[in-house]
């Protein structure tokens, strides 16, 4: 398997922050990584895929980076509705897909 | 507009069988496939397996391999998961979502269903 390390497990900012979440893949995928936002008590929401495509609807300050081994998820400006749990997911292999643990962005 | 309802919240005791449902909308509901994820109480997202309802070609996680299965009505674009002996370690919310038509990420989810197994 395919193990995803996300870090930090959670980070504290103010609104206006810019915020940057990184994941790291235990073997290279390319850029087969996508993004979500999970916000309590609602299904995930695909943010980022391939690793750096913004998903159609998702703002601007969102933007994804990174290939091999380590990505990276940034935020430019950190709005309220921002505040989420954000998971990154290896999309290499089938068997299986895996996602990183997450990562809390609460406010500080 | 693409939709994914899944079936409602369940209480159900130890031992006990269960199938819960996931009703696709709005698109080719045989050419997409369908993946269901298992998130416990304050954990993270687990992926359990995958079906394509045009074949109903099922894989799954290793973890889950032999725990659960996967099933699909493409008559009625509904997928399913099943049970057939719950134990308490089953509670949790479950998502079914669609893979996108040709990467293995999840572009469109259902709104879960909260199984809750207790004695």
């Known amino acids: 398997d395919i193990q995803m390390t996300q870090s930090p497990s959670s980070v504290s900012a103010s609104v206006g922050d810019r915020v940057t979440i990184t994941c790291r893949a235990s073997q290279g995928i390319s850029s087969w990584l996508a993004w979500y936002q999970q916000k309590p008590g609602k299904a995930p929401k695909l943010l980022i895929y391939a690793a750096s495509s913004l998903q159609s609807g998702v703002p601007s300050r969102f933007s994804g980076s990174g290939s091999g081994t380590d990505f990276t998820l940034t935020i430019s400006s950190l709005q309220p509705e921002d505040f989420a749990t954000y998971y990154c997911q290896q999309a290499n292999s089938f068997l299986p897909l895996t996602f990183g643990g997450g990562t809390k962005v609460e406010i500080k | 507009e693409v939709q994914l309802v899944q079936s409602g919240a369940e209480v159900k005791k130890p031992g006990e069988s269960l199938k819960i449902s996931c009703k696709g909308s709005g698109y080719s509901f045989t050419s997409y496939w369908i993946g269901w994820v298992r998130q416990m109480p304050g954990k993270g997202l687990e992926w359990m397996g995958i079906i394509y309802p045009g074949d109903s070609d099922t894989r799954y996680s290793p973890s889950f391999q032999g725990q659960v299965t996967i099933s699909a009505d493409k008559s009625i674009s509904t997928a399913y998961l099943q049970w057939s002996s719950l134990k308490a370690s089953d509670t949790a919310m479950y998502y079914c979502?669609?893979?996108?038509?040709?990467?293995?990420?999840?572009?469109?989810w259902g709104q879960g269903t909260l199984v809750t197994v207790s004695s």
């Open positions: 979502a669609r893979r996108s038509r040709y990467f293995d990420w999840f572009d469109y």
